[in-house]
C-alpha cells in the first residue's frame, strides 16, 4: 500500500494509462467483431427459419429467406395447415405433448421433495448410506434401464395389469409418465435435499419443541421455503421432458394416440425433409412453449443451473 | 383417443397421484414418538426408493447380465457382445465417431462460451447479447436439428440455394457442399449443432464465476499492469479453473448420451451413427438384444468415471 503512495506521481499515471490501455486492447474492435460474429452465428440460423415458416410455400421452395427483404411476403398458411392440414396434424400432438408434461413434472417433483425432507430431518438408521445410493444412481444412463424397463410394463410379473399395449390404462400414456418420474427421481432427490438441508436446523428444532409434526413442518414451513428450488428444478424437468425424444420414443412404442411433437417433427424431417414451409412452422410450434416458459422464468433457470441441474 | 379423453386421462392421474400423497401424509401426520417417526420415515421415502429400484436399479443390472447373453436372449455368450462392438467395422466408425463428438463439443462449447462471457462482461448490452447464447437451451434437439438441416440444405450450384451455407459458399465463387452426406467431414456438422446448443450453459456457468472473482485480485493484476489477453490468461482462467472443469466434464456426459442429432439429422446414415443411437438402433430396429444391451453398458462404463469425477468438482465448488 505504502509503496503505491511512494511512487512519484509521473509513475502512477504512466501505470494507470497502461492498464486503462490494457482495458481497451481486451475490448479493442477484434474483440467486439469476435463477440458480434458468435451473436450472429448464434441467432441468424434460428431467425432464418423463423421468417421462413411466414413465406408462401413457392417463396420458401424457390429462393432463400433472405429475399424475404427485398421481395416481402407473409402468410399464415404453414402454421395453419400444419396444424389442422389432415397429413401432419400437429394440433394433435401438441396436446399430447401438454398430456405428457404435466404428471411427468409433478409427479417426481412431489416424490422427491418428500423423500428429500426425510433425507434432510427425519431420523433413521442407515438414512445416509440410503441417500448416498440414491443419488450414485444418476451415473446411470437412461439407455441401461430401457429394455427392461420395457419388458416390466409389457409382462409385469405377478399377472399385474400391463402398462403398455392396447387395453393398457389411460391409453398408454402411464409408461411415458412413470419413465420420465423414475428418471428424474435421483436428481430431484439430491438436488431438493441440497437445498432443505441449508434451512437452519433452529428452525425445524423450535416448530417440534412447540408440538408441531414432521407433517406440519413439511407442508407450512418447508414448502413455502422451498418454493424457488421447486420453481428451479420444475423448470428443468419441464423443458427436459418437452423436448424429449428418446424416452417417448421407446416408451411411446410411436403410436399417433401418445408420441408428442418432438417424436412426430423427427418423422416428418425424414419424410417430408424438402417441405421446408412445413417443417419450419412446425419446428416453431414445437418450440413456442418453452421458450416462453424460459424466458418468463429465466431467473429461476438460472439458479437451477448453477445448483447443477444438468440431466444427461 | 380425442383431445377430451386425454385430458380426463391427465386429470385421473393427477387425481390418484395426490390422493396417494394426501393419504401418506394424513395417516403419518399423528406420530410423534420415536417408532411413529421411523414409520413416517419408510413412508416418506418409500415411493421415491421404491421407484427408483424397479426403474433405475433392476433394469440396470438386467441389462449388464442381457449384454452376456445373445441377440435372441436366449444362451449365454461371454464377452462376443463386446468383441462386436470393438472388432466389426461397422461399430468402430460408431467408436470413432462418438470419439470426435466427445472431444470436440466439451471443448470448443467452453471455449466459445467463455470467450464470450468474457467479451461481454461488463459492457452495455451484456444481458440482451447473453440472451442470443442461451436461447438455444430451451430448444429440443430435434427443433435444433431442423433449424441447421435447413441451414445446411443443398442445391446444385446453377440454382438458387435456399441453404444459408451453401449460398455463402455460392456468393464466395466455390460450388455448393454436401455438408450432411459427405463422409467423414458430416460428422463436423453434426458437432456443430450440438456446439451450438452446449455454448449456451458454459457462457451461463462461467459467467457466473467470472463475477464471482473478487474484484481486489482483479484490481491488483491491474496496477502491476496485467490486462488484455494476459489478464486472461492469468487470472480468469485460473480464478474459475473448478467451473471450467465442471462445464467440461458436464458437457461430455451430455454429449456421450447425444441422439436426438444424429436420428433427426442423417438417421445414423452416411458413417453419422454415434453410441447411444447405435444402441437404440441395435435394440429397437434390427432386435440384436445382446449388442444393444453391450452398447448400453458400454456408455455406462464411459459415463461412470467423468460423473464421478464432476461430482467431486462440483462439491469442491459448493464448499468454497
Request: with cysteine.
Given at each position: ?13 504512466a ?5 486503462s490501455?490494457?482495458?481497451?486492447k481486451l475490448?479493442s ?9 458468435i ?10 427459419l423463423l421468417?421462413s415458416s411466414?413465406?408462401?410455400e ?14 416481402p ?5 404453414n402454421y395453419d395447415?400444419?396444424?389442422?392440414g389432415?397429413?401432419t396434424?400437429?394440433a ?5 405433448s ?15 421433495v418428500?423423500a428429500a425432507y426425510a ?7 442407515g ?9 450414485a444412481?444418476?451415473?446411470?444412463p437412461?439407455?441401461v434401464?430401457?429394455i427392461?424397463?420395457l ?8 399377472n399385474?395389469q400391463p402398462?403398455?399395449g392396447?387395453?393398457?390404462p ?9 419413465s420420465?418420474s ?5 436428481l430431484?432427490i439430491y ?8 434451512i ?6 423450535s416448530?417440534r419443541?412447540?408440538g ?9 414451513i418447508?414448502l ?13 424437468q419441464f423443458?427436459?421432458?418437452w ?6 420414443l ?11 411433437l ?7 424431417s ?8 412445413l417443417?419450419?412452422a ?29 440431466k444427461? | ?10 386429470l385421473?392421474?393427477?387425481a ?7 393419504l401418506?401424509l394424513l395417516?403419518?401426520s399423528r ?20 421407484l ?11 441389462t ?16 462376443d457382445n463386446?468383441?462386436?462392438v ?16 466427445v472431444?470436440?463439443v ?7 462460451g467463455?470467450v ?7 459492457s452495455?448490452?451484456e ?24 441451414v ?8 438458387s440455394?435456399i441453404?444459408?451455407?451453401?449460398q455463402?459458399l455460392?456468393s ?9 452426406l ?7 456438422f453434426?458437432?456443430?449443432i ?7 450453459f458454459?457462457?451461463t456457468i462461467l459467467?457466473a ?8 485480485i ?5 496496477l502491476?499492469?496485467?490486462g ?16 471450467l472443469i465442471v462445464?467440461?466434464?458436464t ?16 438417421g445414423?446414415?452416411f ?12 435394440s429397437?430396429?434390427s432386435?440384436?438384444?445382446g449388442?444393444g444391451?453391450a452398447l ?5 462404463v ?8 464432476n461430482v467431486r468438482?462440483?462439491?469442491k465448488?459448493?464448499?468454497?
Amino acid at each position: 500500500m505504502t509503496a503505491a503512495t511512494d511512487l512519484p506521481v509521473e509513475h502512477v499515471v504512466a501505470k494507470q494509462t497502461a492498464s486503462s490501455q490494457a482495458r481497451q486492447k481486451l475490448s479493442s474492435p477484434w474483440a467486439s467483431l469476435f463477440a458480434v460474429v458468435i451473436a450472429v452465428l448464434w441467432t441468424v440460423p434460428t431467425a432464418g427459419l423463423l421468417i421462413s415458416s411466414f413465406r408462401p410455400e413457392d417463396d420458401v421452395k424457390s429462393n432463400g429467406w433472405w429475399n424475404i427483404f427485398t421481395d416481402p411476403s407473409f402468410t399464415w398458411d404453414n402454421y395453419d395447415q400444419v396444424l389442422n392440414g389432415t397429413d401432419t396434424d400437429l394440433a394433435t400432438y401438441f396436446v399430447n405433448s401438454i398430456v405428457i408434461t404435466i404428471p411427468s413434472v409433478i409427479i417426481p417433483i412431489c416424490l422427491a421433495v418428500l423423500a428429500a425432507y426425510a433425507f434432510a430431518w427425519i431420523k433413521f438408521p442407515g438414512r445416509d448410506f440410503l441417500f448416498v445410493a440414491v443419488f450414485a444412481l444418476q451415473i446411470v444412463p437412461i439407455q441401461v434401464t430401457m429394455i427392461p424397463l420395457l419388458k416390466l410394463y409389457v409382462q409385469p410379473p405377478f399377472n399385474l395389469q400391463p402398462l403398455a399395449g392396447g387395453d393398457a390404462p389411460g391409453g398408454g400414456f402411464y409408461t411415458i409418465w412413470l419413465s420420465h418420474s423414475i428418471f428424474a427421481l435421483p436428481l430431484a432427490i439430491y438436488l431438493l435435499h441440497n437445498f432443505m438441508s441449508q434451512i437452519p436446523g433452529e428452525l425445524i428444532e423450535s416448530a417440534r419443541v412447540d408440538g408441531a409434526g414432521h407433517v406440519q413442518i413439511f407442508s407450512r414451513i418447508m414448502l413455502p421455503l422451498m418454493t424457488p428450488a421447486i420453481a428451479a428444478f420444475g423448470i428443468f424437468q419441464f423443458l427436459w421432458v418437452w423436448n424429449d425424444l428418446l424416452v417417448a420414443l421407446v416408451f411411446g412404442g410411436g403410436s399417433l394416440d401418445v408420441s408428442p411433437l418432438t417424436v412426430r417433427l423427427a418423422e416428418l424431417s425424414g419424410t417430408r425433409g424438402q417441405d421446408w414451409h412445413l417443417l419450419s412452422a412446425g419446428a416453431f410450434v414445437s418450440l413456442v412453449v418453452p421458450l416462453v416458459v424460459f424466458l418468463s422464468l429465466q431467473r429461476y433457470f438460472v439458479r437451477g443451473l448453477l445448483a447443477g441441474s444438468v440431466k444427461g | 383417443m380425442s383431445t377430451g379423453e386425454k385430458f380426463v386421462q391427465l386429470l385421473i392421474c393427477i387425481a390418484v397421484f395426490f390422493g396417494v400423497v394426501a393419504l401418506i401424509l394424513l395417516l403419518t401426520s399423528r406420530f410423534r414418538s420415536r417408532n411413529g417417526e421411523r414409520l413416517q420415515f419408510v413412508a416418506f421415502v418409500l415411493p421415491a426408493i421404491a421407484l427408483i429400484a424397479l426403474g433405475l436399479l433392476y433394469p440396470a443390472i438386467n441389462t449388464i447380465y442381457q449384454s452376456f447373453r445373445d441377440n435372441t436372449s436366449s444362451g449365454f455368450v461371454g464377452f462376443d457382445n463386446y468383441q462386436t462392438v470393438f472388432t466389426n467395422s461397422e461399430q468402430i466408425k460408431v467408436l470413432r465417431n462418438t470419439a470426435l463428438w466427445v472431444a470436440l463439443v466439451p471443448i470448443v462449447s467452453t471455449f466459445v462460451g467463455l470467450v464470450y462471457a468474457v467479451l461481454v462482461d461488463r459492457s452495455r448490452f451484456e444481458k440482451f447479447a447473453k440472451g442470443l447464447i442461451f436461447l438455444p437451451m430451451a430448444i429440443s434437439l430435434v427443433g435444433a436439428s431442423i433449424i441447421w438441416k435447413f441451414v445446411y440444405d443443398y442445391r446444385d450450384a446453377e440454382n438458387s440455394q435456399i441453404g444459408l451455407a451453401n449460398q455463402v459458399l455460392k456468393s464466395l465463387g466455390f460450388d455448393t457442399y454436401q455438408f450432411l452426406l459427405t463422409e467423414p467431414w458430416n460428422n463436423l456438422f453434426l458437432i456443430v449443432i450440438m456446439i451450438w446448443v452446449q455454448a449456451g450453459f458454459a457462457m451461463t456457468i462461467l459467467s457466473a464465476s467470472i463475477k464471482a472473482i473478487p474484484e481486489d485480485i482483479v484490481e491488483a493484476a491491474k496496477l502491476d499492469g496485467v490486462g488484455g489477453l494476459r489478464m486472461f490468461r492469468y487470472i480468469t482462467v485460473p480464478s474459475i479453473r473448478p467451473s471450467l472443469i465442471v462445464v467440461v466434464t458436464t458437457i461430455s456426459i451430455t454429449t456421450l448420451k447425444v441422439f436426438d442429432i444424429v436420428r433427426t439429422a442423417t438417421g445414423g446414415n452416411f458413417d453419422t451413427s454415434v453410441l447411444a443411437y447405435e444402441f437404440y438402433v441395435q435394440s429397437f430396429r434390427s432386435n440384436n438384444a445382446g449388442l444393444g444391451a453391450a452398447l448400453a453398458v458400454l456408455i455406462f462404463v464411459l459415463v461412470m468415471p467423468i460423473v464421478i469425477y464432476n461430482v467431486r468438482q462440483m462439491r469442491k465448488l459448493e464448499a468454497r
